[in-house]
């Protein structure tokens, strides 16, 4: 009876396997989705102060936007903005940004609320 057992799991076994050999396994997941992603990570940020310690050469103005479309959405925060500002600022080769100011209005054209973050985009040294 336990050989009999055993037969039965083996086949069992079998064809739970061979049912899965046309199986195809898809994903949404893109390597270029996981270097956009930690882009704005590459880009440390300064003070006006801390930045002149090093040797840097300015990339130019960025700005960074969070928006709250309607009621209904997560309300606009600032450090989406600043990631936003981060991310356009990697764009333009920069691994360095100093924030200015943000800026925060409600009830615009496009947005209950928004949240919008001035910098500059530098590319600094590494050498210390």
């Known amino acids: 009876m336990t050989l009999c057992k055993g037969m039965v799991s083996a086949a069992l076994l079998a064809v ?3 049912g899965c050999q046309d199986v195809a396994f898809e994903t949404n997941l893109d390597p270029d989705n996981f270097t956009e992603y930690f882009k704005p ?3 440390e ?3 006006n102060e801390s930045i002149l310690q090093h040797r840097f050469k300015s990339l130019g103005l960025v700005t960074g936007l969070a928006c709250q479309e ?3 959405d997560f309300i606009a925060r600032e450090s989406e903005a600043r990631t936003d500002a981060k991310l356009k ?3 333009l080769g920069a691994n360095g940004i ?3 100011k943000c800026i925060r209005l409600e009830k615009t054209a496009a947005c209950v609320v928004s949240v919008t973050c001035y910098g500059e985009a530098f590319q600094v ?3 210390k």
């Open 16 to 18: 739970l396997l061979g």
């Open 41 to 43: 990570s590459s880009v």
């Open 45 to 47: 940020v300064y003070t």
């Open 70 to 72: 309607t009621e209904d």
């Open 89 to 91: 600022a990697a764009d």
């Open 98 to 100: 100093v924030f200015g």
């Open 125 to 127: 040294a590494q050498d």
